[in-house]
């Protein structure tokens, strides 16, 4: 009788562990991970580096570049229902790590604020890379956390070092935010004099189901320092 329980017992136990060491394998699995948004301060910024103006942008070693994305169509997924025999995507993929972006135009800071792409449902990418110095004037900034403020007309999506943080199910604190609302994005909690970031920003024409009249274009690009 009690090696029968014993018996029962043991295989309860097998079927409890099963799903958690399979889900633990699909984590262990997955490539990439994404990584979760953080929220970024609230409090009134030490300094502000303004990517807008020419010496904002020299501040930081940022130099904008700017391409199109355009919608391509391919065939369905596996496993759609009939009478789907398309799918579409946007090319390029620019915010992926080590994407070359060699071949863009270089746009100056002023010309972030620049109306761009033909209007109505358009879709356009901006990159550039940020070099944290030592000083910014007398501003000391090593130690300091930086938060990226993009505020694109009228949609963005922000992708850092070639991940876009995000949390499914809940509004995003950071690179994924509505219509016409600033993205705060955390580059670092700490920073030192050299540490390199590589921004992304896909900035899309909306509401895409009105096909507006009007074009994209940021109205805020600033990095923020917090002591």
């Given at each position: 009788m009690r090696k029968n329980d014993l018996g029962r017992l043991l295989g309860c136990a097998a079927l409890v562990l099963l799903p958690v060491m399979m889900?633990?394998?699909?984590?262990?699995?997955?490539?990439?991970?994404?990584?979760?948004?953080?929220?970024?301060?609230?409090?009134?910024?030490?300094?502000?580096?303004?990517?807008?103006?020419?010496?904002?942008?020299?501040a930081l070693g940022a130099q904008w570049k700017t391409m199109e994305a355009k919608i391509v169509e391919g065939p369905a997924l596996q496993g759609a229902m009939p009478?789907?025999?398309t799918s579409y995507d946007i090319a390029p993929h620019a915010g992926e790590a080590n994407f070359d972006d060699s071949s863009?135009?270089?746009?100056?800071?002023?010309?972030?604020?620049?109306?761009?792409?033909?209007?109505?449902?358009?879709?356009?990418?901006?990159?550039?890379?940020?070099?944290?110095?030592?000083k910014i004037g007398d501003f000391d900034t090593?130690?300091?956390?930086?938060?990226?403020?993009?505020?694109?007309?009228?949609?963005?999506?922000v992708w850092l070092n070639g991940q876009m943080p995000r949390r499914a199910g809940l509004t995003s604190p950071a690179t994924i935010q509505g219509f016409n609302i600033p993205n705060r994005v955390v580059l670092?909690?700490?920073?030192?004099?050299?540490?390199?970031?590589?921004?992304?920003?896909?900035g899309i024409n909306g509401p895409i189901s009105v096909a507006p009249p009007n074009f994209v274009f940021f109205r805020q690009a600033s990095v923020e320092f917090y002591k």
């Open positions: 889900a633990t394998s699909a984590v262990a699995q997955a490539p990439n991970p994404v990584p979760p948004p953080q929220i970024p301060p609230t409090l009134v910024p030490a300094h502000v580096v303004n990517l807008m103006t020419a010496d904002g942008a020299a009478g789907y025999k863009w135009p270089t746009i100056d800071a002023k010309g972030l604020g620049d109306r761009r792409g033909g209007g109505k449902v358009s879709f356009l990418w901006y990159r550039t890379s940020l070099t944290i110095p030592a090593a130690g300091a956390k930086v938060v990226l403020t993009a505020y694109v007309d009228d949609y963005a999506e670092a909690d700490s920073v030192k004099a050299g540490d390199k970031f590589q921004i992304a920003i896909f």
